[in-house]
């Protein structure tokens, strides 16, 4: 009777393991989906300061011209990856690691 115990609880803990195992992310591919998801919050990030910049006036101190619009994004962009790639991000990269993670 404590064989057939013993092999019940043997076959759960095996299960268990297995479920475990399954449900642990390799830690390379963690890796990448962080990456992927920083490169997401930045793009969004980006998309988002343009349009806060579009529904301003203008700027009073140089004339708008292709020069200054080509700063202006590139700026946005370099402050987009600085803040995605922080520790102290907006949290879309932290949500879509969350989400993302359990669907591989």
């Not at 200054?68 to 879509?96: C, E, H, P, W």
Request: contains cysteine; hydrophobic residues 35%; proline residues 2%.
């Amino acid at each position: 009777m404590t064989d057939k115990i013993d092999l019940i609880h043997q076959n759960l803990s095996s299960a268990k393991f297995d479920s475990i195992k399954k449900q642990a992310i390799d830690p390379e591919k963690a890796k990448e989906l962080k990456e992927a998801c920083a490169g997401f919050e930045a793009i969004f990030m980006q998309k988002m300061m343009e349009s806060m910049r579009k529904s301003l006036p203008g700027n009073g101190l140089f004339e708008e011209s292709n020069a200054t619009n080509i700063y202006t994004s590139m700026q946005d962009q370099n402050i987009a990856d600085l803040v995605s790639k922080g520790r102290q991000s907006i949290g879309i990269r932290d949500f879509l690691y969350h989400q993302l993670k359990d669907s591989q």
